[in-house]
């Protein structure tokens, strides 16, 4: 069982990167739900964020590649606009556990 963080950690609209294992994965809290996925661009696999834990666009709306502008929904990952149109990100399994997010999965 691997804890990314306490669901207090992130603010409601906010998002955060982590390193686990290798893999670097971010979570995002929108309005009182939260989604993980990996920190990887479908069109050419680099990192999200343009700032440490800023993965979110300008109105926070959409998840945002800092390389090529691709925007993605939040609750499902999937591209809606940019290079990647259609493709979506890989989401990372997780429960909620006592306060805390906590991956399920490999």
Not at 17 to 26: M, N, S, T, V
Not at 33 to 51: A, I, S
Not at 61 to 76: E, M, R, V, Y
Not at 87 to 106: E, I, K, R, Y
Request: hydrophobic share 40%.
């Amino acid at each position: 069982m691997t804890v990314l963080c306490q669901i207090g950690d992130i603010p409601d609209s906010g998002s955060r990167g982590f390193q686990i294992d290798g893999r670097a994965l971010f979570a995002v809290h929108h309005q009182g739900r939260y989604f993980v996925y990996e920190n990887r661009c479908p069109h050419r696999g680099v990192p999200l964020e343009w700032l440490p834990d800023q993965f979110l666009d300008y109105e926070r709306n959409f998840i945002q590649c800092a390389t090529h502008g691709a925007l993605f929904k939040i609750d499902s990952g999937e591209c809606i606009a940019g290079p990647c149109n259609g493709q979506h990100l890989m989401a990372v399994p997780f429960d909620l556990v006592d306060g805390a997010l906590v991956l399920t999965g490999s």
